[in-house]
T-cell receptor, first 114, second 110 residues
Framework: NAGVMQNPRHLVRRRGQEARLRCSPVKGHSHVYWYRQLPEEGLKFMVYLQKENIIDESGMPKERFSAEFPKEGPSILRIQQVVRGDSAAYFC????????????FGNGTRLTVT | QKEVEQNSGPLSVPEGAIASLNCTYSDRGSQSFFWYRQYSGKSPELIMFIYSNGDKEDGRFTAQLNKASQYVSLLIRDSQPSDSATYLCAVISPGNQFYFGTGTSLTVIP
């Protein structure tokens, strides 16, 4: 069984460009979470989605950031007009159900803004 | 008060010793508890989960849960240098939110 697949692994963007991060959950998982991690810091929750629905986006900045999980295809985290402070590792995780099952993490996307 | 608190360490133990990692959580109604290991530059990897009070053993790892005291611990027996990593405690709250602690850095000294 394939685990959580994230791409790209590394992404370099210039300030002002857009970054698109993709995440395909474990087959059969309908719950997707996005986290951001700065070097030497903990995981910071950004957003929780189910198919076609944003359930909790309390950790995501109101501006420039958006996320979706369409009926078909991967979940997308989109960062518009990136700034240097957006440089971080972005992890996607999926679970089979909410409230009980553990999260399974992808390998992450390392975003560098130059 | 943070939902999940861990001592950030660093914790150093000699090879072969027992490493003890602790975590407390704030919401008494939480039901599901997890330990993840994260190597530098890598993604978190699930190593243990526990739902009931008491101990749960898996190889060299033992998770301990005490709901009355609201703490979860992870014991690593016969610690190896390859166990050197950051260990993240995670809790699912009654509101079905998944909360992570900031992690404890463990170094096993050969």
């Amino acid at each position: 069984n394939a685990g959580v697949m994230q791409n790209p692994r590394h992404l370099v963007r210039r300030r002002g460009q857009e970054a698109r991060l993709r995440c395909s959950p474990v087959k059969g998982h309908s719950h997707v979470y996005w986290y951001r991690q700065l070097p030497e810091e903990g995981l910071k929750f950004m957003v929780y989605l189910q198919k076609e629905n944003i359930i909790d986006e309390s950790g995501m900045p109101k501006e420039r950031f958006s996320a979706e999980f369409p009926k078909e295809g991967p979940s997308i985290l989109r960062i518009q007009q990136v700034v240097r402070g957006d440089s971080a590792a972005y992890f996607c995780a999926s679970s089979q159900d909410r409230g009980y099952s553990p999260l399974h993490f992808g390998n992450g996307t390392r975003l560098t803004v130059t | 008060q943070k939902e999940v608190e861990q001592n950030s360490g660093p914790l150093s133990v000699p090879e072969g010793a027992i490493a003890s990692l602790n975590c407390t959580y704030s919401d008494r109604g939480s039901q599901s508890f997890f330990w993840y290991r994260q190597y530098s530059g890598k993604s978190p990897e699930l190593i243990m989960f526990i739902y009931s009070n008491g101990d749960k053993e898996d190889g060299r790892f033992t998770a301990q849960l005490n709901k009355a005291s609201q703490y979860v611990s992870l014991l690593i027996r016969d610690s190896q240098p390859s166990d050197s990593a950051t260990y993240l405690c995670a809790v699912i709250s009654p509101g079905n939110q998944f909360y992570f602690g900031t992690g404890t850095s463990l170094t096993v000294i050969p």
